[in-house]
């Protein structure tokens, strides 16, 4: 198959990108939709929540990506291995996610990582940035105490923004001051790998719900 081939960098604040999530029938997505449930956010090409979704077949996957042929590109990867917890949707998280969150059934929310985001490095281009409060907040509302948001960037100041987001929620409390040593998941996406084959650093945080 050829290599898909798609914009690095799509403007999440334009209309273009603006999604709408309708009624989602997860009991015909997952063969077992009562799993907990992981949700990564801008999974690219799903090679991360693929991954993930062979080592822990205990739980249901959902890789949501803005730029659409790559999630046409991971679905028919995904048809092709057989996975049956694993999924992926279009959605621009930015606009979109508290109206996808309301579709879950209730309590199936566990996890939720954002690794690698876009940086939008110019500042007029920040607010582009995935991790915006309404984010947050959607997640404080559905997430169930205890449940954790993985956080891992290989750009400093954008771990930090990130970190500084999910700190100012009092919903959230994060597992150390420090950066984490090492990723929490036994997968890694393709940046990640391609960060540490280079001797580069990541920065990695953990969020959990407060009771």
């Given amino acids: 198959m050829a290599a898909v081939r798609v914009r690095q960098h799509v403007n999440p604040l334009s209309d273009k990108y603006h999604t709408q999530i309708g009624e989602i029938d997860w009991a015909a997505i997952y063969e077992r939709s009562t799993q907990p449930l992981h949700i990564d956010i801008g999974c690219a090409k799903g090679y991360f929540v693929s991954q993930m979704a062979t080592l822990q077949p205990d739980w249901n996957f959902l890789g949501l990506e803005i730029r659409a042929p790559l999630v046409d590109y991971a679905l028919r990867q995904r048809d092709r291995a057989g996975f049956k917890n694993l999924h992926f949707l279009f959605c621009n998280a930015n606009t979109s996610l508290a109206d996808l969150l309301q579709t879950l059934p209730p309590g199936a929310l566990q996890q939720v990582s954002i690794q690698f985001p876009d940086p939008w490095f110019k500042k007029r281009h920040q607010k582009r940035r995935v991790v915006q409060p309404e984010l947050v907040q959607a997640l404080a509302e559905h997430l169930p105490a205890g449940g954790r ?22 919903a959230f409390q994060r597992t150390s001051p420090d950066w984490l040593a090492a990723s929490p998941f036994p997968a890694q996406t393709d940046r990640e790998a391609l960060t540490l084959g280079k001797g580069l650093p990541v920065f990695r945080a953990i969020f959990r719900k407060s009771p």
């Fill in 149 to 170: 948001v993985v956080l891992q960037s290989d750009v400093e100041e954008v771990a930090v923004e990130m970190c500084d987001r999910f700190s100012e929620n009092p």
